[in-house]
Protein backbone atom coordinates (compact mmCIF):
# COMPACT_ATOMS: atom_id res chain seq x y z
CA UNK A 1 0.00 0.00 0.00
CA UNK A 2 2.71 2.29 1.03
CA UNK A 3 4.54 1.58 -2.27
CA UNK A 4 1.28 2.26 -4.52
CA UNK A 5 1.36 5.91 -2.92
CA UNK A 6 4.59 6.61 -3.06
CA UNK A 7 4.31 5.54 -6.62
CA UNK A 8 1.66 7.80 -6.96
CA UNK A 9 3.12 10.55 -5.46
CA UNK A 10 6.01 10.72 -7.49
CA UNK A 11 3.93 11.74 -10.89
CA UNK A 12 3.53 15.44 -9.46
CA UNK A 13 7.17 15.46 -8.23
CA UNK A 14 8.25 14.18 -11.80
CA UNK A 15 5.52 16.70 -13.65
CA UNK A 16 7.14 19.66 -11.63
CA UNK A 17 10.55 18.58 -12.50
CA UNK A 18 10.34 18.10 -16.47
CA UNK A 19 9.68 21.48 -17.24
CA UNK A 20 11.79 22.74 -14.91
CA UNK A 21 14.77 20.70 -16.56
CA UNK A 22 13.61 21.57 -19.78
CA UNK A 23 13.68 25.44 -18.96
CA UNK A 24 17.08 24.89 -17.26
CA UNK A 25 18.70 23.60 -20.29
CA UNK A 26 17.12 26.50 -22.71
CA UNK A 27 18.10 29.42 -20.39
CA UNK A 28 21.41 27.83 -20.06
CA UNK A 29 22.24 28.14 -23.40
CA UNK A 30 20.83 31.05 -23.74
CA UNK A 31 23.06 32.52 -20.89
CA UNK A 32 25.83 31.53 -22.84
CA UNK A 33 25.06 32.68 -26.52
CA UNK A 34 24.54 36.30 -24.22
CA UNK A 35 28.04 36.41 -22.68
CA UNK A 36 29.75 35.18 -25.62
CA UNK A 37 30.04 37.58 -28.65
CA UNK A 38 29.44 34.94 -31.31
CA UNK A 39 26.37 32.86 -30.71
CA UNK A 40 27.46 28.84 -29.74
CA UNK A 41 23.68 27.46 -29.57
CA UNK A 42 22.12 29.71 -31.84
CA UNK A 43 21.77 29.89 -35.88
CA UNK A 44 22.59 33.17 -37.52
CA UNK A 45 19.36 32.80 -39.26
CA UNK A 46 17.36 32.49 -36.04
CA UNK A 47 16.04 35.64 -34.11
CA UNK A 48 17.73 34.84 -31.08
CA UNK A 49 20.65 37.95 -32.39
CA UNK A 50 17.45 40.56 -32.98
CA UNK A 51 16.26 39.61 -29.58
CA UNK A 52 18.90 39.63 -27.42
CA UNK A 53 19.44 43.47 -28.02
CA UNK A 54 15.74 44.04 -27.30
CA UNK A 55 14.46 46.14 -24.03
CA UNK A 56 13.26 42.63 -22.22
CA UNK A 57 17.14 41.38 -22.74
CA UNK A 58 19.09 42.86 -19.86
CA UNK A 59 17.04 43.82 -16.72
CA UNK A 60 18.62 46.32 -14.46
CA UNK A 61 21.85 44.78 -17.04
CA UNK A 62 21.49 41.53 -16.27
CA UNK A 63 20.84 38.82 -18.83
CA UNK A 64 17.71 37.84 -18.65
CA UNK A 65 18.46 33.85 -19.45
CA UNK A 66 20.40 34.02 -16.03
CA UNK A 67 17.55 34.91 -14.29
CA UNK A 68 15.49 32.55 -16.07
CA UNK A 69 18.37 29.83 -15.52
CA UNK A 70 17.72 30.63 -11.51
CA UNK A 71 14.42 30.59 -11.29
CA UNK A 72 14.38 26.88 -13.42
CA UNK A 73 16.64 25.88 -10.93
CA UNK A 74 14.80 26.72 -7.96
CA UNK A 75 11.54 25.05 -9.41
CA UNK A 76 13.50 21.83 -9.88
CA UNK A 77 15.12 21.92 -6.52
CA UNK A 78 11.61 22.74 -4.98
CA UNK A 79 9.69 19.98 -6.86
CA UNK A 80 12.10 17.27 -4.98
CA UNK A 81 11.18 18.41 -1.74
CA UNK A 82 8.41 17.35 0.46
CA UNK A 83 5.37 19.37 2.72
CA UNK A 84 2.80 21.78 1.49
CA UNK A 85 5.14 24.98 2.28
CA UNK A 86 7.89 23.87 -0.13
CA UNK A 87 4.85 22.91 -2.70
CA UNK A 88 2.70 26.10 -1.31
CA UNK A 89 6.67 28.28 -2.76
CA UNK A 90 6.75 26.46 -5.64
CA UNK A 91 3.64 27.57 -6.76
CA UNK A 92 4.73 31.18 -6.12
CA UNK A 93 7.49 30.51 -8.31
CA UNK A 94 5.60 29.01 -10.77
CA UNK A 95 3.43 32.19 -10.98
CA UNK A 96 6.03 34.60 -11.88
CA UNK A 97 7.76 32.12 -14.27
CA UNK A 98 4.82 31.11 -15.85
CA UNK A 99 3.32 35.25 -16.46
CA UNK A 100 6.90 35.64 -17.53
CA UNK A 101 6.87 32.64 -20.13
CA UNK A 102 3.12 34.90 -21.41
CA UNK A 103 4.46 38.27 -21.69
CA UNK A 104 7.86 36.75 -23.30
CA UNK A 105 6.10 34.53 -25.66
CA UNK A 106 4.53 37.59 -27.19
CA UNK A 107 6.68 39.73 -26.69
CA UNK A 108 8.33 37.65 -29.73
CA UNK A 109 5.00 38.24 -31.61
CA UNK A 110 5.57 41.47 -31.01
CA UNK A 111 9.34 42.24 -32.26
CA UNK A 112 8.38 39.79 -34.91
CA UNK A 113 11.65 37.24 -34.26
CA UNK A 114 11.61 33.33 -33.26
CA UNK A 115 14.28 32.16 -30.53
CA UNK A 116 13.81 28.94 -30.24
CA UNK A 117 15.72 28.37 -26.85
CA UNK A 118 13.68 31.28 -25.52
CA UNK A 119 10.43 29.73 -26.62
CA UNK A 120 11.47 26.69 -24.91
CA UNK A 121 12.51 28.42 -21.58
CA UNK A 122 9.07 30.68 -22.10
CA UNK A 123 6.49 27.68 -22.60
CA UNK A 124 8.23 26.22 -19.63
CA UNK A 125 7.40 28.64 -17.18
CA UNK A 126 4.09 28.17 -18.79
CA UNK A 127 3.87 24.03 -18.06
CA UNK A 128 6.08 24.92 -14.58
CA UNK A 129 2.57 26.76 -13.50
CA UNK A 130 0.28 23.77 -14.56
CA UNK A 131 2.43 21.20 -12.81
CA UNK A 132 3.28 23.41 -9.85
CA UNK A 133 -0.75 23.82 -9.35
CA UNK A 134 -1.35 20.04 -9.49
CA UNK A 135 0.90 19.14 -7.14
CA UNK A 136 0.01 21.67 -4.62
CA UNK A 137 -3.71 20.01 -5.04
CA UNK A 138 -2.71 16.62 -4.75
CA UNK A 139 -0.27 16.98 -2.19
CA UNK A 140 0.75 13.27 -1.52
CA UNK A 141 4.65 13.40 -1.46
CA UNK A 142 4.50 13.70 2.23
CA UNK A 143 5.18 9.89 2.78
CA UNK A 144 7.55 9.31 -0.45
CA UNK A 145 8.91 5.85 0.50
CA UNK A 146 10.79 6.11 -3.09
CA UNK A 147 12.33 10.07 -1.84
CA UNK A 148 15.79 9.15 -1.87
CA UNK A 149 16.00 7.99 -5.08
CA UNK A 150 13.71 10.34 -6.35
CA UNK A 151 15.61 13.24 -5.14
CA UNK A 152 19.36 12.06 -5.56
CA UNK A 153 18.11 11.32 -9.53
CA UNK A 154 16.14 14.34 -9.77
CA UNK A 155 19.31 16.42 -8.16
CA UNK A 156 21.61 15.01 -10.67
CA UNK A 157 19.53 15.26 -13.97
CA UNK A 158 19.08 18.66 -12.52
CA UNK A 159 22.74 19.77 -12.44
CA UNK A 160 23.29 17.79 -15.95
CA UNK A 161 20.76 20.13 -17.25
CA UNK A 162 22.54 23.53 -16.26
CA UNK A 163 25.96 22.76 -15.85
CA UNK A 164 26.09 20.91 -19.22
CA UNK A 165 25.51 23.25 -21.32
CA UNK A 166 27.52 26.41 -19.65
CA UNK A 167 30.58 24.38 -19.63
CA UNK A 168 30.36 23.08 -22.99
CA UNK A 169 29.19 26.27 -24.33
CA UNK A 170 32.08 28.27 -22.89
CA UNK A 171 34.66 25.54 -24.28
CA UNK A 172 33.37 25.59 -27.30
CA UNK A 173 35.41 27.83 -29.86
CA UNK A 174 32.38 29.12 -32.48
CA UNK A 175 35.18 31.60 -34.46
CA UNK A 176 35.88 30.21 -38.19
CA UNK A 177 39.26 29.32 -38.17
CA UNK A 178 40.14 32.32 -40.64
CA UNK A 179 38.86 34.62 -37.92
CA UNK A 180 40.54 33.64 -35.55
CA UNK A 181 43.90 33.31 -37.08
CA UNK A 182 43.34 37.57 -38.35
CA UNK A 183 42.46 37.91 -34.61
CA UNK A 184 45.42 36.40 -33.91
CA UNK A 185 47.34 38.43 -36.33
CA UNK A 186 46.39 41.71 -34.81
CA UNK A 187 47.58 43.65 -32.25
CA UNK A 188 46.54 44.06 -28.20
CA UNK A 189 44.33 46.54 -28.10
CA UNK A 190 42.86 47.05 -31.39
CA UNK A 191 39.43 45.32 -32.91
CA UNK A 192 39.79 42.74 -36.29
CA UNK A 193 37.32 43.61 -38.74
CA UNK A 194 37.14 41.46 -41.64
CA UNK A 195 34.83 42.34 -44.86
CA UNK A 196 34.09 39.85 -46.91
CA UNK A 197 32.99 41.72 -49.84
CA UNK A 198 31.46 42.52 -53.60
CA UNK A 199 32.03 45.57 -55.21
CA UNK A 200 29.10 44.74 -57.53
CA UNK A 201 27.04 44.07 -54.81
CA UNK A 202 24.27 46.57 -54.20
CA UNK A 203 23.44 45.90 -50.44
CA UNK A 204 27.80 45.57 -50.22
CA UNK A 205 27.81 49.24 -51.41
CA UNK A 206 25.19 50.34 -49.00
CA UNK A 207 26.96 48.86 -46.16
CA UNK A 208 30.17 50.31 -47.31
CA UNK A 209 28.56 53.89 -47.39
CA UNK A 210 27.01 53.47 -43.94
CA UNK A 211 30.03 52.19 -41.68
CA UNK A 212 32.73 54.08 -43.34
CA UNK A 213 31.77 57.31 -41.10
CA UNK A 214 31.78 54.44 -38.28
CA UNK A 215 35.33 53.12 -39.10
CA UNK A 216 37.13 56.81 -39.62
CA UNK A 217 37.06 57.93 -36.10
CA UNK A 218 38.55 55.15 -35.11
CA UNK A 219 40.48 54.15 -37.91
CA UNK A 220 43.43 53.78 -35.50
CA UNK A 221 42.22 51.17 -33.55
CA UNK A 222 41.25 48.81 -36.06
CA UNK A 223 42.93 46.27 -38.43
CA UNK A 224 40.92 46.08 -41.38
CA UNK A 225 40.90 43.14 -43.41
CA UNK A 226 39.01 42.75 -47.00
CA UNK A 227 38.38 39.21 -48.35
CA UNK A 228 37.20 38.98 -51.82
CA UNK A 229 34.04 36.91 -52.92
CA UNK A 230 33.24 38.42 -56.67
CA UNK A 231 29.77 36.67 -56.88
CA UNK A 232 29.57 35.44 -60.20
CA UNK A 233 26.14 36.55 -61.08
CA UNK A 234 27.70 39.79 -61.49
CA UNK A 235 29.76 40.66 -64.86
CA UNK A 236 32.51 42.66 -63.11
CA UNK A 237 33.06 41.50 -60.02
CA UNK A 238 36.46 39.57 -60.66
CA UNK A 239 37.56 42.25 -62.32
CA UNK A 240 36.99 44.70 -59.38
CA UNK A 241 38.39 41.97 -57.37
CA UNK A 242 41.47 41.54 -59.30
CA UNK A 243 41.96 45.53 -58.63
CA UNK A 244 41.45 45.84 -55.34
CA UNK A 245 44.17 42.66 -54.70
CA UNK A 246 46.38 44.65 -56.62
CA UNK A 247 45.67 47.71 -55.15
CA UNK A 248 46.90 46.12 -51.54
CA UNK A 249 49.73 44.69 -52.74
CA UNK A 250 50.63 48.37 -54.38
CA UNK A 251 50.14 50.01 -51.42
CA UNK A 252 46.44 51.51 -52.36
CA UNK A 253 44.11 49.10 -50.71
CA UNK A 254 41.87 51.28 -49.01
CA UNK A 255 42.08 53.90 -51.66
CA UNK A 256 41.15 51.46 -54.35
CA UNK A 257 38.51 49.86 -52.16
CA UNK A 258 36.73 53.44 -51.63
CA UNK A 259 36.68 53.63 -54.87
CA UNK A 260 35.64 50.65 -56.29
CA UNK A 261 32.71 50.98 -54.28
CA UNK A 262 31.39 53.98 -55.46
CA UNK A 263 32.85 53.56 -59.26
CA UNK A 264 29.75 53.02 -61.73
CA UNK A 265 32.50 51.46 -64.68
CA UNK A 266 33.81 47.91 -63.06
CA UNK A 267 35.09 47.08 -65.96
CA UNK A 268 38.44 46.30 -66.95
CA UNK A 269 39.22 49.28 -68.39
CA UNK A 270 37.39 51.37 -65.92
CA UNK A 271 39.12 49.58 -63.08
CA UNK A 272 42.70 50.60 -64.81
CA UNK A 273 41.29 54.32 -65.06
CA UNK A 274 40.65 53.67 -60.95
CA UNK A 275 44.17 52.41 -61.11
CA UNK A 276 45.80 55.37 -62.87
CA UNK A 277 44.18 57.84 -61.16
CA UNK A 278 45.41 56.81 -57.59
CA UNK A 279 49.16 56.94 -59.14
CA UNK A 280 49.52 53.22 -59.46
CA UNK A 281 52.58 52.27 -61.52
CA UNK A 282 50.56 50.81 -64.61
CA UNK A 283 52.54 48.19 -65.85
CA UNK A 284 52.71 46.84 -62.55
CA UNK A 285 49.22 46.99 -62.10
CA UNK A 286 48.46 45.02 -65.42
CA UNK A 287 51.22 42.29 -64.68
CA UNK A 288 49.09 41.52 -60.98
CA UNK A 289 45.57 41.41 -62.32
CA UNK A 290 46.96 39.39 -64.87
CA UNK A 291 48.98 37.06 -62.65
CA UNK A 292 47.37 33.48 -61.54
CA UNK A 293 48.65 34.38 -58.21
CA UNK A 294 45.76 36.86 -57.97
CA UNK A 295 43.07 34.61 -58.93
CA UNK A 296 44.38 32.10 -56.80
CA UNK A 297 44.00 34.60 -53.67
CA UNK A 298 40.44 35.51 -54.53
CA UNK A 299 39.95 32.11 -55.03
CA UNK A 300 41.30 31.34 -51.49
CA UNK A 301 39.11 33.91 -50.13
CA UNK A 302 36.16 32.38 -51.52
CA UNK A 303 36.68 29.02 -50.15
CA UNK A 304 37.52 30.71 -46.51
CA UNK A 305 33.94 32.63 -47.03
CA UNK A 306 32.46 29.27 -47.49
CA UNK A 307 34.31 27.60 -44.67
CA UNK A 308 33.39 30.07 -42.16
CA UNK A 309 29.60 29.71 -42.63
CA UNK A 310 29.15 32.45 -45.13
CA UNK A 311 25.80 31.76 -47.02
CA UNK A 312 25.34 35.99 -47.56
CA UNK A 313 26.73 39.05 -48.77
CA UNK A 314 28.14 41.48 -46.96
CA UNK A 315 29.44 39.46 -44.27
CA UNK A 316 31.48 41.15 -41.55
CA UNK A 317 32.97 39.85 -38.68
CA UNK A 318 34.10 42.48 -36.21
CA UNK A 319 36.26 40.43 -33.68
CA UNK A 320 34.21 37.17 -32.90
CA UNK A 321 31.03 38.65 -33.84
CA UNK A 322 29.36 38.02 -37.17
CA UNK A 323 27.25 40.72 -39.18
CA UNK A 324 25.32 38.96 -42.40
CA UNK A 325 23.65 40.95 -44.70
CA UNK A 326 22.85 44.66 -44.65
CA UNK A 327 21.88 45.26 -41.64
CA UNK A 328 22.22 48.79 -41.17
CA UNK A 329 25.24 51.38 -40.30
CA UNK A 330 23.38 51.38 -36.40
CA UNK A 331 24.61 47.65 -35.97
CA UNK A 332 27.96 48.14 -37.15
CA UNK A 333 28.32 50.90 -34.35
CA UNK A 334 26.95 48.87 -31.79
CA UNK A 335 29.22 46.07 -32.24
CA UNK A 336 32.22 48.03 -33.07
CA UNK A 337 32.44 50.12 -29.78
CA UNK A 338 31.28 46.87 -27.99
CA UNK A 339 34.37 45.42 -29.29
CA UNK A 340 36.28 48.31 -28.77
CA UNK A 341 35.33 48.26 -25.22
CA UNK A 342 36.43 44.61 -25.10
CA UNK A 343 40.08 45.97 -25.99
CA UNK A 344 40.09 48.42 -23.99
CA UNK A 345 40.11 50.75 -26.66
Not at 150 to 155: E, L, M, N, T
Not at 296 to 307: G, L, Y
Request: one cysteine or more; charged letters at 20%.
Amino acid sequence: METKRSLRAVGPVVATLLPALAGAVASAMLVVDYVRAAPVFCSESSGCEALKHTAFSMPLGVPLPLVGLVGFVLLGVSSLLPGPRVRFAQVLLAVGAGLAGVLLLFAQLHFGHFCPYCSVADASGVLSLGAAAWRYRKGEDESLALRWPVQAGGAALLGVAAGVPLVAGFLINPTPRVIHEEIGRTPRGKVTVVDFVDFECPFCRMTHAEIQPILEPVRDKVRLVRRQVPLRMHPHALDAARAACCGERLGKGDAMADALFTSEDLTKEGCEKIAERLGLPLDAFRDCVTSPATDASIESDRSEFKEAGGYALPTIWIDETPIVGAQGGEVVDRVLHEALARAGS
